[in-house]
C-alpha cells in the first residue's frame, strides 16, 4: 500500500482528486498527467468505498493495455486481485475496477443493463457523443453514501472534440443538462513537475510544432483541432471587449434562416478602414417567422440606422401549406412574409467555397497588425461554431455541412462586400454678412 501512495499529485491533479461534481474532466494540453491522476483517483475510491463499481475505459484495447492494465498490475500487486480474463481488479472490500474499451461504436452495448457507481473516459475526445450518452446511462448507484459520478481526461482534437467543448469548455447546455453538474479543470505540461524533471526535451519538442498543433497541445487551446477549416481563428485575436459604435458606422445584419435547425441573425458594423465588427446575435429555434422578424426589430436600436438586411437565398422559395403552419400564408414566400412585418431581406450570395475563402481573408491580419474581422463575447454561437468547422471529406476546399449556423450568416455578410464607413464632414458655420446676399430681383423689394 505505501508503494502505490508514494508520489505526491501536482496542485491541478489535487484539485481532481477533491472534485464532486457529476461530471468532472481533466486535462487540456498534452504531459498534464491525465493517466497517472485517472488511475490514482480510481484506486482511491476502490480503497475508500467497499463494494464499489467503477469502470474504466479507452477507446481501443491496445490503449488500455499500455497505459492502464499494465501500470495497474504494477501498482496495485499484492493490494488487488487481477482477473485477466474479464480484465477486472478484485480488492479485498469488495470494491471492483473494470476496464473495458469501445473500439467500435456498437461496443457501447456490451455495459447496456450494467450498473457502475463512477465512470471513466480516459481520453474522452476519442469517444463520439452517442458512446458517451449511452454510457451516461450506465453511471447509476443505488448506494446512499455514494453519488454516481464520471470523469473525463481529454486533449484538444479527434471525433469527440465538439462534445467535450461544448459541455466543459463553452459551457453551452441543453435541457437536462445542469451547469453545477460540469467542472473542467485545466492542465498544462507545466504542472506535471515530475515530468518536466525527469524529461526536459519534452516541451521543447511541443514548442517546435507548428502554431496550430502548438496551441492545441502545449497551450491546450480547444480552439485548435485536426481537420479545422479555420485554423486562422484565435480568441484572442478575433473577439474583442465591446466598445460604443461610432454612429456614423455602417451597420447592417445577414441571416440563414432557420426552423427546425437554428436561425442565425448578425448584427454588424463597419469602421472608416473597410474592418467589420460583429457585435449582436439572436440564435433561436423553433420559432416562427413573424416572430423573428419581431425579434430582430425589436433588438435592433431606432439609432442604428442598419443600411440591409441578407438572408440566405432559399427564404425566396414559395412553400405553399407548408408557410401556412408558421404564421404565414399559402404560397407566401418567408422573404415576404418578413417585409411584411417590417423587415426588408436582399438575397445573399450563397457561393460558398468563395465565400468561405471571403471568411478566411476577413480573418487574416490587415496591414497594421489586426484582422479584419472581429466580434463582441456575446456572439457565443459564432464564436462556438466558428472554429468547429471542419474540411468536407468528398471537397477539401468546402467546409463540412453541420453546426454552421452562425458561420453561415457570417458567410452570407461579409460576402455582401461591406463598404467602408464615411468619415463625418464638419460644415464649418460661414459669419453673417449682409452685404454678401443678393440683390432683389422683383416683388415688393423692387422700386
Known sequence: MKLFLRGEPNPRQREFFLARARHIA????????????????????????????????????????ENHIVPLQQELYGVARYNSTERVFLFPNGSRLKLGYCDTAQDVYQYQGQEYAVVGLEEATHFTEEQMRFLTTCNRTTRKDFSPRMYYTCNPGNVGHAWVKRLFIDRQYTEGERPEDYVFIPARIYDNKVLLESDPGYVRQLMALPEELRRAHLDGDWDVHEGQYFPEFSREKHVIEPFEIPAHWRRFRSMDWGYNDPCCVLWHAVDGEGRVYTYRELYVRLMRADEVAAKVLELSRDDERIAYTVASPDMWQKRGALLSSGGGFEGETLAELFASKGLALTPADNSRIAGWSRVREYLAAAPDGRPRWQCFPCCTNLIRQ?????????????????????????????????????????IRAKAYDPLSLPEPSGGWFSS
Request: glycine share 8%; no cysteine; net charge positive.
Open 386 to 426: 466558428l472554429p468547429l468547422l471542419q474540411f468536407d471529406r468528398l471537397d477539401r476546399e468546402d467546409a463540412a455541412d453541420g453546426n454552421d449556423h452562425a458561420p453561415e450568416a457570417l458567410r452570407y455578410g461579409l460576402m455582401s462586400r461591406p463598404h467602408a464607413a464615411p468619415e463625418p464632414k464638419l
Open 26 to 65: 481533466y486535462g487540456g494540453a498534452r504531459g498534464g498527467g491525465k493517466s497517472w491522476a485517472m488511475r490514482r483517483k480510481f484506486v482511491l475510491l476502490a480503497l475508500r468505498y467497499p463494494n464499489l463499481r467503477i469502470l474504466l475505459l479507452r477507446r481501443t484495447l491496445p490503449e488500455l493495455r
